[in-house]
Every structure is written in C-alpha cells, then in structure tokens.
C-alpha cells in the first residue's frame, strides 16, 4: 500500500509570506490521482486541489498545486488569515483513498 | 445545491452496532460513487469504506473489514454504514464523502459528519 508522508508537521507563518507544504509517495503515484483538502476546525475538509495541480472551483488562485511520481507539494502564494487550516493529501488507487498525515497551517 | 447529511450518530458500548446514514440532495445520488471517511478525537482523516454508484463494487478498508458494511438506497437518495463490533478505536466523526466524476478522484462534496463513541 502506498504511504503518503506529509512535511513539515505545523508550518507558522505571517500573512502575506509563502508557504510551501510537501506530501511524499512511498511509490510512484499517477498524477492524476492526488488530491488535496482544506479542513478547518469542526468543519469537514474542503477539495482545494485535484490531479495535482487542478484548483476546485472557487479555490482562490493563490493556492496552487505541482509535483509528480513521488513529490508533490502544495503552495499557499499570500498567507492569508482566513488559511489557518490543517491541509491533507490524497491518493487514490485499487479503488480506495490514502491520506497524509496532514501539516498545520498557522498564521502568526 | 450539493447537500449532503449523516446522521445516526451516538455513545454505544464496545462490542455493540450501530448504523449510520447520509441523506443525499441536490445532484443524481445515482450516478456517484459514494464514501465513507472517518477522522479520530485530534487525528487525520481516514478512509473507511466506498460503493460504486450502482452498488455493484463496494471496498473496505482493512480496519474495518467484516465488521461494517456500506450500502445505498438510490431510490431513496441514501447512503448508509453499518457498523457492529465496534471497539473504542472506531471513535470518531464519520463523513460521507461525493466521489468526483471526470479527473476528481477525491471528495469533491462532504457531509458535516456524524460523532459515534464507542465507549463503555
């Protein structure tokens, strides 16, 4: 089964910087199939990115997605307030979902 | 609007059943697959259990398999879980989840989710 690692754990920012979150593959993992979410406390996740690099509708454009085979990563551009939020990535194969473990956003 | 709502949640004793629902609106149930992700007091998220939109194929995770079962009423617009021989590691809010159609291969839709605790 592959093994989604997330890094770093908690990344705390100040608003306006950049923030740069990677998710590695234990094997290869087709590009098409990764995922990335937004969960913010009591709330359910939120589809941010899709086939690595797609942003999901209403997504604001400073949240980008890129990477392939084994690393892939997800960019914040301009913290924002509002982007206080765990973050996890997804893979899907043989017809289930794997997650990361997930990284901490915080906004100092 | 894409609505999604579980519910049948609740404190049941260890060894003890339970069975979850999730009412579907606003989009053809009938044509998603449909999935059930679970999410531990401070942990991440967890895949648990899925079913193709006919019902024809259906997949569990290994931590649950032969002890929860996924099923759905398409006429009903319903998603359900079954869960028995529940043990305390099976606390957590339940999700049911929209599986996306075209190169969404992830939750594009979720539910609020329901709290089951399993607790003696």
């Known amino acids: 089964d592959i093994v989604l690692t997330q890094s770093p754990g908690t990344l705390s920012l100040s608003p306006g910087e950049r923030a740069t979150l990677s998710c590695r593959a234990s094997q290869s993992v087709n590009s098409n199939y990764l995922t990335w979410y937004q969960q913010k406390p009591g709330q359910a996740p939120r589809l941010l990115i899709y086939?690595?690099?797609i942003r999901a509708t209403g997504i604001p454009d400073r949240f980008s997605g890129s990477g392939s085979g084994t690393d892939f990563s997800l960019t914040i551009s301009r913290l924002e307030p509002e982007d206080s939020a765990m973050y996890y990535c997804?893979?899907?194969?043989?017809?289930?979902?794997?997650f990361g473990q997930g990284t901490k956003v915080e906004i100092k | 609007e894409v609505q999604l709502v579980e519910s049948g949640g609740g404190l049941v004793k260890p060894g003890g059943s339970l069975r979850l629902s999730c009412a579907a609106s606003?989009?053809?149930?009938?044509?998603?697959?449909m999935n059930w992700v679970r999410q531990g007091p401070g942990k991440g998220l967890e895949w648990v259990s899925s079913v193709t939109s006919s019902g024809s194929d259906i997949y569990y995770a290994d931590s649950v398999k032969g002890r929860f079962t996924i099923s759905r009423d398409n006429a009903k617009n319903s998603l359900y879980l079954r869960m028995s021989s529940l043990r305390a590691e099976d606390t957590a809010v339940y999700y049911c989840?929209?599986?996306?159609?075209?190169?969404?291969?992830?939750?594009?839709?979720w539910g609020q989710g329901a709290l089951v605790t399993v607790s003696s």
């Open positions: 989840a929209r599986e996306g159609r075209g190169r969404i291969y992830g939750g594009d839709y």
């Open positions: 606003g989009f053809a149930f009938g044509s998603y697959t």
């Open positions: 086939g690595a690099s």
């Open positions: 997804q893979q899907y194969g043989s017809s289930l979902w794997t």
